[in-house]
């Protein structure tokens, strides 16, 4: 399945940032059947709030684009967005929007909110979940074990 195919590569990317002890999120962005961009989470490696997998794959699509308008792009992150990247989502004008697994704690795609649906936006976005859930939600909680493991130590 195509959808199973572009979110083993946001995968890819997650591992990227778990292995330098990031949260595992990853992100990749589609135009064409393409893949124009790809992006992890390096929050803590970057020192910076807003280095999330989603801005950071954002960045490099509209560079690669060559516009900030981002239509006709489908995203696939293995987490649901947070209420930030839902933002930059929006503000993108991603028509689609392709998640791993929900973030009851802050998943604003419908967890806590669903910012990429207010009907007062002049934007809409597409949502699809549960892609290669388990895959995603086994590479979060292994992560977190691993994490709490360590600082028991």
């Not at 778990?18 to 059947?33: A, N, Q, R």
């Not at 961009?37 to 960045?59: L, P, V």
Request: with cysteine; net charge positive.
């Amino acid at each position: 399945m195509e959808q199973e195919y572009y979110m083993k590569e946001a995968i890819r990317q997650a591992r990227k940032a778990e292995k330098l002890m990031e949260v595992p999120i990853g992100c990749v962005i589609v135009y064409e059947d393409k893949i124009i961009a790809r992006g992890y989470n390096r929050r803590n490696t970057d020192q910076n709030t807003t280095s999330h997998a989603e801005i950071n794959a954002i960045k490099k699509a509209s560079k690669k684009l060559g516009d900030w308008r981002l239509e006709g792009c489908t995203m696939y992150v293995t987490l649901e967005p947070c209420q930030m990247c839902a933002g930059a989502i929006v503000q993108a004008r991603i028509d689609k929007v392709v998640i791993g697994c929900m973030n009851p704690k802050a998943g604003c795609a419908g967890s806590v909110l669903n910012l990429l649906n207010v009907p007062q936006f002049n934007h809409q976005v597409e949502i699809v979940s549960g892609v290669l859930e388990e895959q995603c939600s086994e590479m979060m909680s292994s992560f977190f074990r691993h994490l709490r493991a360590i600082r028991k130590k």
